[in-house]
């Protein structure tokens, strides 16, 4: 059983056995390049349209990074496919295949997007409904927690002082300083 280059390197069969480049071979790589573009210019319209509803600016430089990073990680693939190099007719491929989706394909493209990312929106907006209705809940619960456990701790101190003063602790405690002023007093020998 022979196994030829071509299937060895698994480079979409650009090489031949005898190692020569055949012209079917770069048509099938330029055709994998054309369609390359093609992907980085659906992912920067699907993008594109998360950064109209970012608010902030960190949020968008986030995307931007995933971007570039999702791109380098296609090409970096696609040059390994590749036998581990990237050629200059390749390079204009995906270029061509980039600008031929930001020309032709993305302008009747774009209502779409903006309907998923509108109904995608109002599909968040739908299922965070519950959280926004308890986290209401939770923030009224505390402020009238917050109002009765003072009260209650008011009306507790005031109850534990009631009990002691019945108890003649509160003598003890409370007009103690005068009652032993007192006592003093009348246990001094006067001079």
């Not at 319209?45 to 109209?52: A, G, V």
């Not at 693939?77 to 491929?93: D, H, I, K, P």
């Not at 019945?166 to 003093?184: D, F, I, L, P, T």
Request: glycine letters at 10%; charged letters at 20%; aromatic letters at 12%.
């Amino acid at each position: 059983m022979k196994i030829s280059f071509a299937a060895a390197q698994g480079c979409w069969g650009v090489c031949s056995a005898d190692m020569a480049i055949s012209i079917a071979g770069q048509l099938a790589l330029t055709g994998w390049a054309f369609s390359l573009g093609l992907s980085w210019g659906l992912l920067f319209d699907l993008l594109r349209q998360l950064r109209r509803h970012c608010r902030e600016g960190w949020q968008r430089q986030l995307l931007d990074v995933f971007y570039c990073l999702v791109c380098g990680a296609l090409l970096i693939l696609f040059a390994l496919r590749c036998g581990g190099e990237v050629q200059l007719y390749m390079l204009c491929a995906m270029a061509l295949g980039l600008l031929f989706h930001m020309l032709l394909l993305s302008p009747p493209l774009q209502e779409l997007w903006c309907l998923w990312a509108e109904s995608g929106r109002d599909t968040v907006r739908l299922l965070s409904l519950p959280g926004k209705v308890f986290h209401k809940w939770v923030k009224k619960a505390g402020k009238l927690f917050k109002k009765h456990f003072h009260f209650y701790v008011k009306c507790y101190i005031i109850k534990m002082q009631k009990q002691r003063n019945a108890s003649g602790w509160g003598a003890w405690r409370g007009r103690g300083a005068q009652w032993h002023k007192r006592k003093k007093a009348k246990s001094r020998p006067a001079r």
